[in-house]
């Protein structure tokens, strides 16, 4: 069997092919790109009150996908709780809507945060929530 191949092109058209964009997850209290991040901060950096840890993350590509909790502090000030004290709940992650970060060429940023949760969930949260994320710190 004769199998027959064209050479392979390294002309200009080659050399213009545009490069993939690397997806971050930008961190709203520092304004870093992040990729793969165990815990996600989420925007106006209040992490006294709510933040999502423990993340795992199945897919990272145009589209992350991911599990985690969304931990919610349940202290009040009038409280006499001691540390911190968070319930969990468990939530299923994907950023989505990768846009180019300004000012970071090569490098796109995830603008949307959707989670979804995957068992108890505070009484006033509905099943899904979607977040905007910004480009820059806050």
Known sequence: MVVAAAP???GPAAAQAPASARVVLVNQCTGQGQVRPSTVPLPFCMTSSELIG???WTSWRSVAFGSGALEVNNCTPSSSCGPSMYTKYPILIVLWRAEPWAG???ED???RL???FTGKRPSHAPLTHTLTMLSAAQ
């Open 8 to 10: 392979a092109s390294a």
């Open 54 to 56: 423990k993340v795992r």
């Open 104 to 106: 970071q060429h090569g």
């Open 109 to 111: 940023y995830f603008s």
């Open 114 to 116: 959707t989670w979804i």
